[in-house]
């Protein structure tokens, strides 16, 4: 093992100077409006009918599961009642800078494209993108994987009690990463 250490440490430049940053953006994503009552009311009731419609037998969270449905649905009704448009959650996006290298934190569970995108962009080697950071937002995905559809899309954000960020989100955090990147450079 001491072989493979000193081998390893061979190619390491030691010096007393560390440039060290910290930048923030503070950022928002739009939100999709919820349906309108009409829709709501009709969700929540086909949410209660396949709740009820599970068999007795229906593990614990397959009715876990459809009871979340009911309650999401439920919000969103709550939602649609109070004329709620235009809805925002909070995104913050930090990055951090030691020495040649940099790491962005971006709340919830962005997809990995984000990390790929925003590493590919960044002036500083190696760049880490770390979701979960200050918050959980939720799935973020791509614009892209709106039209796929699938879990991350359509189903998880029954669990946030909200409806999902638009599209449009996925350029607002390319944006506000590359802009706190830039702030480490000075």
């Known amino acids: 093992m001491a072989a493979a250490v000193k081998a390893a440490s061979a190619g390491v430049v030691l010096s007393d100077r560390l440039p060290l940053g910290a930048a923030a953006v503070p950022l928002e994503l739009p939100l999709a409006d919820p349906p309108s ?59 951090f800078r030691v020495g040649p290298g940099a790491a962005v934190a971006l709340p919830g569970e962005v997809f990995v494209e984000y990390a790929l995108n925003i590493s590919r962009a960044s002036p500083f080697t190696p760049t880490l993108v770390a979701g979960y950071a200050n918050g959980n937002a939720g799935y973020i995905p791509t614009a892209a994987a709106y039209a796929e559809g699938g879990y991350e899309v359509t189903d998880a954000i029954r669990y946030y009690g909200t409806t999902m960020p638009l599209p449009a989100s996925e350029a607002l955090i390319l944006r506000a990463a590359a802009t706190a990147l830039a702030a480490l450079r000075t």
């Open 37 to 95: 009552e009409t829709e709501a009311e009709a969700l929540v009731d086909a949410c209660r009918r396949r709740l009820a419609e599970l068999p007795a037998d229906a593990n614990r969270g397959v009715r876990w599961m459809g009871e979340g449905a009911v309650e999401w649905a439920k919000c969103l009704l709550r939602l649609a009642q109070n004329g709620a448009h235009a809805m925002k959650v909070p995104f913050p996006v930090q990055a």
